[in-house]
């Protein structure tokens, strides 16, 4: 089966990390040849590079995006020109694929070559837009539901939440749920520290929908009205400078110098994680939590708010943490509990990660994936 693959963005961060482990995945088990369509060169490029999987660069512009009303219009008129170039090369050198699988719902790019080639069309929608990323639809979402309805054979969500969220615009006959899946690390022993500062994780691209934010004030709350200090809080990622100078003035003025790290972007970060004892998910809305079951995965306790899709994955209480997003005292209090029970930390490590290679594993997603393949296609 030849699929053609696009994706909206050239960075290797959640949505093209799931899709890279998906290619590679279907290329080894499933004998599909891949191809996939970039709109520039990037870190996720030279990863399809190095696992030897096909690709071409087309400029192209995201329909979910945060443009003003003018600049919106304009790329809409930009893209149908940028579309029918892509139809152009597909067409002159008789790409031939059996499907099309767009990766995310940030481009339109595949419903349109689905339109004109009559191939069947899978549309993973990994994102809700305005709540997550702070994006909308330069159509309007009720006329992107329009679109995705009359140009999808299936529409993939990666939670309940989000099908839940996108009912009110596409029919939810075209909608699965599949979880995404990280690869399975292979059983390890992790180190619990029990006697050393607590060492927290969050991990992530550094954004106010991320809210890192939200987990230095419980910090300030932790050791400033809980007096409790005996811990240090890394945030992993990288972000625009003005939100990182924010956070970085707060953990100034709250005196918390000594206990937050910014580290920047890590490429490997396995290894980091390891390291690590508590790992925390505040963002806004999360469509799944891959950072959650990554951290599962790495034997790491998990405190996440239960905004979107993280209560799917914590779905009991020796499986990680839940509390209100807004709720720094909770949050704090979480923290603290931890802090003082730290035999807690291995027995929920352990759980966690049986629950992750059980349910969040990328063979679980590639071959869900590969059924949904087989139902559009007709071989």
């Given at each position: 089966?030849?699929?053609?693959?696009?994706?909206?963005?050239?960075?290797?961060?959640?949505?093209?990390?799931?899709?890279?482990?998906?290619?590679?995945?279907?290329?080894?088990?499933?004998?599909?040849?891949?191809?996939?369509?970039?709109?520039?060169?990037?870190?996720?490029?030279s990863k399809l590079e190095e696992n030897n999987i096909d690709y071409y660069v087309f400029r192209y512009y995201n329909w979910l995006n945060s443009n003003t009303f003018i600049k919106a219009k304009t790329k809409i008129i930009i893209n149908k020109f940028l579309f029918k170039k892509v139809l152009g090369f597909l067409r002159k050198y008789n790409y031939n694929f059996d499907?099309?699988?767009?990766?995310?719902s940030a481009t339109n790019l595949g419903g349109y070559l689905s339109n004109r080639m009559k191939i069947p069309h899978v549309w993973h929608i990994r994102e809700y837009g305005k709540d997550d990323f702070n994006l909308k639809y330069e159509t309007g979402i009720e006329n992107a539901g329009n679109y995705f309805n009359l140009n999808a054979s299936v529409i993939i969500t990666v939670s309940k939440d989000l099908k839940e969220y996108y009912s009110n615009y596409i029919n939810p006959e075209k909608i699965k749920v599949i979880y995404n899946g990280i690869k399975i690390k292979n059983n390890f022993e992790k180190i619990y520290n029990f006697t050393d500062p607590l060492k927290i994780c969050v991990l992530g691209a550094i954004s106010e929908n991320k809210n890192q934010i939200e987990v230095i004030k419980a910090l300030s709350y932790l050791k400033n009205q809980k007096k409790q200090s005996n811990f240090v809080l890394y945030i992993v990622g990288d972000g625009?400078?003005?939100y990182v100078e924010v956070l970085k003035e707060y953990v100034e003025k709250e005196g918390l110098n000594e206990n937050v790290v910014f580290k920047g972007y890590i490429a490997h970060v396995d290894n980091f994680l390891k390291m690590m004892d508590l790992g925390i998910v505040s963002s806004n809305r999360e469509a799944f939590g891959r950072v959650t079951v990554e951290y599962m995965m790495n034997k790491i306790p998990v405190i996440a708010n239960k905004n979107g899709a993280n209560k799917e994955i914590i779905t009991a209480t020796n499986l990680g943490y839940i509390y209100d997003l807004g709720d720094t005292e909770q949050l704090a209090e979480i923290i603290y509990k931890i802090n003082e029970n730290r035999k807690d930390l291995k027995l929920i490590g352990e759980t966690a990660f049986e629950h992750a290679i059980k349910n969040f594993s990328s063979k679980l997603n590639t071959d869900n994936i590969y059924k949904v393949y087989k139902e559009v296609v007709v071989v």
């Open positions: 089966m030849k699929i053609l693959f696009i994706t909206h963005y050239s960075f290797l961060y959640g949505a093209n990390k799931s899709l890279l482990q998906l290619l590679i995945d279907l290329k080894t088990d499933y004998n599909i040849s891949p191809t996939v369509i970039v709109p520039e060169k990037g870190t996720f490029s499907l099309i699988h767009t990766n995310s625009l400078d003005t």
